[in-house]
C-alpha cells in the first residue's frame, strides 16, 4: 500500500511547523475579518503590558469604529499580521479599553496566554470586577 504525502513514511516532506498561540490567535482573528461585510465597523486592539490600537482617534478622543472598506480591511488584516509577543497579557487594561471604543457594540476577545501583568496572574473575578466598573462609568 502507498502512504500519503504528508503521512508518516509518507513522503510528503516534514508536517507544517505547529503554530505558536499568538499566530493562531492571529489567523482566527484575520479571518472574522475578512469575512465580516464591508458595512461592518471595527477597531483592533493589541495589547500586552501596553494597550494599541490599530486606529486610535484623535488626541484626546475616544477610539471609534471604521468601515471594513477594502482599504480599511487591508489595513486593519496588515495590522494582525504585525502582532509580535512582547511579554505581559494585559487583558483587564485591553477590556477597559475596548469598551471606550466610541459606539461599541461587540468585542472579541482573543489571547495567546493568561491575563498577567507585573510577574503576577490576574484572577478573572478581578477582570470581571473592573468591567463592571468600566461599563457603569459609560
Known sequence: SKARPGAPGGGGGPPPPEKNRLQ?????LKKVLSKLPAYYKVNVIAYDHEVQFWRPG???ANPVLHPLEPANRAEALAYVDGFQPRGATATHHALERAF??????????LS???????GKNIPAAEIMCSLADAIVMQ
Not at 493562531?24 to 482566527?28: F, G, K, L, S, V
Not at 471606550?100 to 476577545?109: A, F, S, W
Not at 495567546?112 to 507585573?118: I, K, M, R, S
Open 112 to 118: 495567546d496566554g493568561a491575563p498577567n501583568l507585573d
Open 24 to 28: 493562531r490567535a492571529q489567523a482566527e
Open 58 to 60: 484623535a488626541a484626546g
Open 100 to 109: 471606550q471604543v466610541e459606539n461599541v457594540r461587540c468585542i472579541y476577545l
